[in-house]
């Protein structure tokens, strides 16, 4: 009935345009063929006004049509485009391509043995030029879904070679017999199972108004929408995890360090955990323990001795160095400026850790 109320509304589309023209059989004749597609108000309308328009104005207005060339007889056979640009002459003309055709084949414009890929690809350039959100012609919305009909039937294996078998052209003759006053319905029998919008949705994505998507899963199309969204929280699960891993791991490792490392037995330096104060016997060196030292170490006291002087040594042989290159840079600064003050200044520059390392170590 729709496929009706569509052609009825393109029928009174032609009246008008003849009406301005003066051509009152022409329209006449279109309403009444819109009349009997789908009874409108609007054709009741115009009907009356020619009728009531007087028979010599209908002769006079004849005349300038008679006078037309061929040329501008076949430019009638042409709708032109809506007022307004709501649709063009490749977008009509396509919609008027897809209602002549007899079968999903010539429907895509494919060959009956065209492969997926070449079928899909075909679809997607008729469904962006047919979309009824950017194509307005008349019966657009029609030819959309024959589309949808098409690549949904002909990209399920089972279903088109079911199509295949019994959609023969006898059949499809048989059919247009017994509904001559209209088009052909060439999707009796081989509805898909999955409106158009959501076809066009699943091939494009997202950009027009329908949210469902589908997918074809042993040969049937089940939504996916829910499907897809579960997989996109997992994923975006394990992303985050995947981003939280190194911090996870520098806590465990933290976590497991202070098991597993314990406090030092002495300090060089006195402090709140180490404030009682020791002497090595060999050099003198003083160094600091816990308060419970006595009780809880029950290690080599003369191994320990060794190691704080062997710290302690070494920690002077740093101090030394770095004494000693302050003053060799002095020198080198007083020689290039010529300055004999700051060189006798840099020379006297003290070393205190030198002077204590060579008390310990003389030869070190």
Not at 10 to 18: N, T
Not at 20 to 46: H, N, S, V
Not at 157 to 181: A, M
Not at 215 to 229: H, L, S, V, Y
Request: some cysteine.
């Amino acid at each position: 009935m729709d496929g009706n109320k569509d052609e009825a509304e393109r029928c009174i589309e032609y009246a008008v345009k003849f009406l301005a023209e003066g051509r009152l059989d022409k329209a006449e004749k279109f309403l009444q063929k819109a009349e009997r597609l789908y009874p409108t108000q609007k054709a009741k309308d115009l009907l009356q006004q020619i009728n009531a328009t007087p028979p010599n104005s209908h002769e006079q207005e004849e005349a300038p049509r008679k006078r037309k060339n061929t040329g501008s007889k076949k430019e009638e056979s042409k709708p032109s485009q809506q007022e307004g640009g709501d649709y063009n002459k490749e977008q009509m003309e396509a919609v008027k391509r897809v209602k002549k055709c007899k079968d999903y084949y010539e429907i895509l414009g494919v060959s009956k043995d065209a492969t997926d890929s070449e079928i899909k690809k075909a679809y997607k350039k008729l469904a962006l030029l047919l979309h009824p959100d950017k194509n307005k012609c008349p019966g657009a919305n029609e030819a959309f879904k024959a589309v949808g009909n098409a690549v949904a039937i002909l990209t399920d294996p089972e279903k088109r070679k079911q199509y295949d078998l019994y959609g023969s052209e006898e059949e499809r003759l048989q059919q247009s017999n017994r509904h001559s006053h209209r088009e052909y319905n060439y999707t009796r029998g081989f509805e898909a199972d999955i409106t158009a919008d959501e076809l066009f949705n699943m091939f494009f994505g997202t950009g027009f108004p329908s949210q469902n998507v589908y997918m074809r899963r042993g040969g049937r199309w089940q939504r996916a929408t829910e499907a897809q969204t579960q997989n996109r929280e997992q994923a975006n699960g394990y992303t985050v995890f995947l981003q939280m891993l190194p911090i996870l791991l520098l806590i465990v490792l933290s976590m497991m360090s202070s098991f597993f490392i314990s406090d030092p037995i002495y300090s060089l330096h006195a402090n709140s955990k180490f404030p009682v104060q020791r002497t090595t016997l060999n050099l003198k060196v003083p160094y600091f323990v816990k308060e419970n030292f006595h009780t809880e170490y029950q290690g080599s006291l003369r191994r320990l001795e060794m190691s704080v002087e062997e710290e302690y040594i070494n920690n002077l042989r740093h101090a030394c160095h770095r004494e000693k290159n302050y003053r060799d840079t002095m020198i080198w600064k007083a020689r290039n400026f010529g300055d004999r003050d700051l060189f006798h200044r840099a020379q006297n520059i003290p070393t205190p850790h030198c002077n204590k390392l060579q008390e310990l170590h003389p030869y070190h």
